[in-house]
Each structure stands twice: as C-alpha cells, then as structure tokens.
C-alpha cells in the first residue's frame, strides 16, 4: 500500500517561499510510469494542479505558477519537494501530493493515492 505525507510550515509570510517535502512509503518514487504530483485547494475553490516530478526526474509545471514553482526529489529518502517563491495570501491553501498513474492496457490510470493535505496560510 502506498502511502503519501505531507510536511512543511504551516505559515509563510509573504513575499518569503513555500517549501514542501511528501514522503512515500510502500512505493518507489522512480517507478516507471509515476508521476509525482503537487495540487491545491485554495479555501472555498476548486483544486489546482502545481506540477509533477517523473520516475525519470523530468519536471512539469502548471503554466499560471511556473515562474515560482520548482519540484525536486531525493530518491535516497523517497521524498519529493514542493518550492512556491514570491507567495502571497491567494497562495493561502491546502496542499495535497499524490501519485498519478499513466494509463496501460491494464488500467486507466489517474491520481491513485494522495496525502491527507496540509494547511497552509500565508499571511504577516
């Protein structure tokens, strides 16, 4: 059973960076085909794909954030990181990582295992 877990502060304060770690167990973060994701759900909204890191390292981010975004991995330690710089207070959400699959010919793929979330405010 895979599992995710999210950490990090629970409040930043503007213009200061956003800096996220989910650790995986039960799984490895370079198995082929996943595709290690950061998603958010500001308050009263709908949620907000942030970007991926691949089993092969390549990274890929939502164009609306990419100038502040940056993922990285330390695959001796499973994890995967989330950076947000420059944030404001519409930064204010909670972030989610999960895991999605790439469709085969033996599943249909899609986001199969998520954290529980963390909180997060921006906010002096």
């Known amino acids: 059973q895979v599992q995710l877990q999210e950490s990090g502060p629970g409040l930043v304060k503007p213009s200061q960076t956003l800096s996220l770690t989910c650790t995986v167990s039960?799984?490895?973060?370079?198995?082929?085909?996943?595709?290690w994701t950061w998603i958010r759900q500001p308050p009263g909204k709908g949620l907000e794909w942030i970007g991926f890191i691949a089993y092969s390292g390549s990274t890929y981010y939502s164009p609306s954030l990419k100038s502040r975004t940056s993922i990285s991995r330390d695959t001796s330690n499973n994890q995967f990181s989330l950076q947000l710089s420059s944030v404001t207070p519409e930064d204010t959400a909670v972030y989610y990582c999960?895991?999605?699959?790439?469709?085969?010919?033996?599943?249909?793929?899609?986001?199969?295992?998520w954290g529980q979330g963390t909180q997060v405010t921006v906010s002096s």
């Open positions: 999960a895991r999605y699959s790439r469709p085969t010919a033996m599943s249909e793929g899609g986001y199969d295992y």
């Open positions: 039960g799984g490895s973060i370079t198995t082929n085909y996943y595709y």
